[in-house]
């Protein structure tokens, strides 16, 4: 019970130990590629599909080789993000290191994973659009309701506003199109769909994407001990429950809506 | 002794900006800061010391006054500026007394001018900056009323530094990135003999480009949601390029044909309305090698800075330049404290 439990003690929550499976294979089919006069993009496959769990794996081995220069490490949904410090290293070093470390067997245990249950609901006022998803992916309201509140997805990526988080993949169903015409604005923890992904609106947003549910929990608040909430490779579940207890959570100074967070080894 | 600052009057986009908040992409959060981080640099060489914080004025200016002496430079964007009606060089530090009134007006070349008091902007950071981050919710923009806090200022004499020659747009030069090869030969090539004007809809995210003709295509569509960096040209759904600027998102899905080096984005931040911006292909060698680290720019700048020389016919105030100074025309850096 390491991480952030003095943090989430504060609400009187309880962590608990968690253990994944690691994968301890070398990375395949990756590209180097220059972001920028200090920057190294490794992208996996060939950028048109996702491969967070590659990436996700590759970041956490790169940090934790502490490479010479690395000064900053961050993963999207196909790609990893390093950047150097190019009076302290040249790209052509980072790149050898880069290599060096995609070829290595990662390391067991070098993700650690983290599991969030998060009060949320799906539909009504809170989801205006979950009846128009619901008819794209083929189901009732009903059945709709029931697969998103069921899905356990993972933080694919961070990004687009501040903590806030891409979650995926849901079920082949879910695979929407973005809608023609943006929604004008979605609240604060707004939960939007398209593309076997939600994403959880950290601010007051539009959106190209389908308005299906809510919940009270706050990916960033700068005032907050610990302001960015989730990473990549976090996995979130969802508490299913009715409006106005989210209108309560959303109450709670913490921002965090109720959450409750399982942190692994 | 800190300084308080009253904005008067305030122009549709200032805000307080510095070097803005590295290292967290990971979270979602683009490092920000100033539009044109030359100005913000040429800003501690004329006050001595370190980078700090300034007031970041896109267009326009203000209307300021003191209740203790401030020593201040104007940097970036040219605008016109007076102390109680007396025309002040820009591109120099100066100093505004309690009882005066300084104006920043109109921009006469560029777009972003800068009003950076030798002090430190106190009370405003969030995450280790200062920096308004409008599109991360971070700070806000200054309004008439605000005050906004100045540490400790010190003691110096004006400088000046020589006239700058980016502030009218010109040619970016541009290096490869992740997603270039997924524009085929032939259109990078033409996008680098496009002949591009700035869009009047560039804030501190993005920089839109405006052209005659066809837009611009990737090929086999978009790709999956990736990387930004500042300097990111981004090609829309219609194709057209967008220059992706300081307080971009840090991920995106639409495909980007290249990067600005670090070197021509003030060039890019300050053209004007209108101006004409072309692009000219780098490889990465070359663009490495362009790589001119912050510190150094600084060291240069330092070297560069002159006594600014007035006219005494013109100084109604000569008295309390020599009260408040101390300093005659010496070139020395007083250490911040």
């Known amino acids: 019970m390491t991480l952030g439990v003095s943090r989430w003690a ?23 590629s220059a972001l920028g006069q200090d920057g190294i993009v490794v992208r996996f496959g060939d950028g048109r599909q996702a491969q967070t769990a590659a990436a996700i794996g590759f970041g956490a081995a790169v940090r934790a080789a502490e490479l010479e220069g690395v000064v900053e490490v961050a993963t999207a949904l196909t790609s990893v993000l390093v950047r150097f410090d190019p009076m302290l290293v040249a790209r052509a070093a980072v790149e050898a290191n880069l290599r060096d470390v995609l070829v290595a067997p990662r390391v067991a245990g070098a993700t650690q994973g983290r599991l969030w249950t998060i ?47 891409y979650l995926g993949h849901l079920p082949q169903a879910w695979d929407l199109p973005r809608q023609q015409a943006l929604t004008p604005q979605v609240p604060a923890g707004a939960l939007v769909v398209a593309l076997r992904q939600l994403v959880l609106f950290a601010n007051p947003s539009p959106t190209g994407w389908r308005w299906v549910g809510r919940c009270a929990f706050r990916p960033f608040m700068a005032e ?32 965090l809506g109720g959450a409750l967070c399982e942190v692994a080894p | 002794m800190t300084v308080r600052l009253f904005v008067d009057a305030a122009g549709p986009l200032m805000s307080v900006q510095d070097l803005g908040r590295p290292g967290r992409i990971d979270v979602g959060l683009s490092r920000g800061g100033a539009m044109d981080r030359t100005a913000l640099l040429g800003a501690a060489a004329l006050l001595g010391g370190g980078v700090r914080a300034g007031i970041e004025m896109a267009g326009m200016g203000g209307t300021f006054r003191v209740d203790a002496p401030l020593r201040f430079a104007l940097t970036g964007a040219v605008m016109r500026a007076s102390v109680d009606g007396q025309a002040l060089r820009w591109n120099a530090s100066h100093m505004l007394l309690p009882g005066q009134v300084l104006v920043i007006g109109a921009v006469r070349a560029g777009s972003y001018g800068y009003l950076v008091p030798a002090g430190a902007v106190l009370g405003r950071d969030v995450l280790g900056s200062a920096a308004a981050h409008l599109s991360a919710g971070l700070g806000g923009r ?43 030969a032939a259109e990078r090539a033409r996008f680098a003999q496009t002949v591009f004007h700035r869009s009047p809809q560039a804030n501190r995210t993005a920089l ?19 990387f930004i960096a500042p300097g990111d040209v981004q090609i829309t759904g219609d194709g057209t390029p967008v220059v992706m600027m300081a307080e971009c998102q840090t991920v995106g899905g639409y495909p980007r044909i290249g990067t600005v080096i670090a070197a021509d984005l003030a060039r890019a931040a300050q053209a004007p309305v209108g101006a004409a911006l072309r692009f000219e292909w780098v490889d990465v060698g070359r663009a490495d090698a362009l790589f001119v680290p912050e510190a150094q720019q600084l060291t240069a700048l330092k070297a560069a800075v002159r006594p600014l020389v007035r006219d005494p016919r013109n100084m109604h105030d000569l008295l309390s330049y020599q009260l408040i100074s101390g300093v005659t025309a010496g070139r020395d850096m007083e250490p911040l404290p």
């Open chain 2, 208 to 226: 839109p480009l405006m052209k005659d003709g066809a837009g611009f295509a990737a090929l086999g569509g978009n790709p999956v949601s990736d």
């Open chain 1, 119 to 165: 009060p949320a609901c799906f539909g009504g006022e809170s989801g205006p659009q979950l009846a128009d998803a619901a008819a794209l992916a083929g189901m009732s309201e009903a059945a709709a309701r029931a697969e998103l509140a069921g899905a356990e997805v993972s933080v694919l990526a961070i990004g687009f506003a501040p903590g806030q988080p």
């Open chain 1, 10 to 32: 504060l609400t009187g929550k309880v962590c608990v130990l968690l253990s994944l499976p690691d994968d301890t294979r070398p990375a395949e089919n990756w590209t180097l």
């Open chain 2, 142 to 184: 200054l309004q008439a009323g605000d005050v906004v806090q100045i540490g400790a200022v010190g003691a110096g004499a004006g400088q000046v530094l020589p006239d700058r020659d980016d502030l009218g747009g010109g040619t970016l030069r541009l290096m490869p990135g992740p997603q270039t090869q997924m524009f085929s």
């Open chain 1, 224 to 255: 907050r001990a610990a302001p960015f909430a989730m990473r990549a490779g976090d996995r979130v579940r969802w508490a299913l429950t009715d409006e106005s207890t989210i209108d309560a959570l959303g109450a709670e100074p913490d921002g």
